[in-house]
């Protein structure tokens, strides 16, 4: 196994990512605690991550001095980098250079294993920084191997007790040949075979929720997305019926929906699943509000009424099941407490576990959203299900800018087959993160035979994303959307003209409300 200690960096999950990426697993540990993780998993190599403190600061958070002694291999990132050097007698200095973003470092030494392939003497690379402070003098046994402008010490080490560190960031994307580097210090240098695999993350995940939960009953909300049913088969593999689905019908879904929804888990899987039809409750609490913050907060509170009382009919439950995943979390590591854990409120039912006095149990949460379809293929789900683009959970309501109406959203949904059909059969359905309908509160003039119409405006949305939250509009061939628009308005009783959405985000955003 390998350790990862966290000093509180936004980015520390990406360490564990690239890791897996390698098929290496590995734990992450809040310094806090790195301690005695330290001493019960007795790691083949540890990292330390990034962080926002100085190591000036007093009470500075550092690494068990354990982990220098043991003869493990360890990788010091960034902060992980300054607390090393500080722990092992070299010198940092404080924050005058602040430096944030693109950095080139130089190559000064390529002896190392750690660039080994990868980096050459000489030469210079782009890197990711964000730091304050800096190394100035590297501790004994150390060489400097890199360097740049406003990191002289960018990269150290010390090939015989296998200790490096980087001033950069590796795990991040924006530098190009960190995860080759990262792969050098997993692989060559702390001998990993690499031979961990979803399948093994399935067993383990399966270990864990059966030693959570014990006897306990689980209630799970599934919306029909990817996250809920990957959590929803998961857990059912672990616990069996001791699981129950809950999927709430609130009339705001997409064409045919429900009915997928409920062969696949009820008919294929089996599991327990309870379908409430909740469409008119939710219609007629929604009819006429058009502001839309509102209506999100209608369909949420609505949303944990419902789903509250059917876990009550079905005799409540001890846990909830969520599908968060790791972007859903924003983890933060204070330093007098323990980590701190916000939890976008969009993304669970949020109120619920108190109100109904039921803990949480979220077996996905240190996955990223490609990892988790990984898993869903490993648990057996339809390759259409584990590919489906994301949908909000307030539904179609926020695709309908202004009051939500159910004429409206029928529309809606018959356009927004059309449209998901034509991406399917062009071959685009994987390559667009996401991609749907909008209905116009706003009415045009047309002609269709000898007739003039005066009917809705459709918007065609379709982005490009690698995570939600920056995306590019997807550059659709003309003649693609004059196809999909003849075909809309053609098939769709209600709309007569369609139009394109090329805004990015930002300063856009994905959903239109
Ligand atoms: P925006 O519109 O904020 O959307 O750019 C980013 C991603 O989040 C989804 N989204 C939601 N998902 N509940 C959800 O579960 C919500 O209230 C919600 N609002 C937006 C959106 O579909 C996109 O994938």
Known sequence: KLLIIDFGSQVTQLIARRVREDGVYSEIVPFQKAEDAFKAMQPKAVILSGGPASVHEQGA??????IYDAGVPVL??????????QQLGGKVEGGHHREFGRAEVTVTDDTTPLFDGVWEKGKSYPVWMSHGDRVTVPPEGFRTVATSPNAPIAVIADDKRKFYATQFHLEVVHTPQGAALLRNFVRKIAGFTGDWTMRAFKEEAIEKIRAQVGKGRVICGLSGGVDSSV????LHEAIGDQLTCVFVDHGLLRLNEAETVVQLFRDHYNIPLVHVQAEDLFLKELAGVDDPEKKRKIIGKLFIDV????????????????????PDVIESVSFTGGPSVTIKSHHNVGGLPERMNMKLV?????????????LGRELGLPEVFVGRHPFPGPGLAIRCPGAVSKPQLDILRQADAIYIDEIRKAGLYDTIWQAFAVILPVKTVGVMGDGRTYEHVLGLRAVTSTDGMTADFYPFDMK??????????????????VVYDVTSKPPGTIEWE
Do not use: W
């Not at 958070?61 to 354990?66: D, E, S, Y």
């Not at 010091?76 to 050097?85: H, P």
């Not at 979220?362 to 990984?374: G, S």
């Open 61 to 66: 958070p550092l690494a068990p001095p354990a």
């Open 76 to 85: 010091g990132i960034c902060y992980g980098e300054q607390a090393m050097a």
């Open 231 to 234: 959590a929803a088969v998961l």
């Open 307 to 326: 789903f509250e009382q059917e876990a009550r009919k079905i005799g409540g439950a001890d846990f909830l099941a969520q599908g968060t995943l790791y």
């Open 362 to 374: 979220e077996p996905l949460r240190e996955l990223f959203k490609d990892e988790v379809r990984e």
């Open 480 to 497: 693609f959307l004059g196809h999909v628009a003849t075909r809309i308005i053609n098939e769709v009783k209600g709309v007569n003209r």
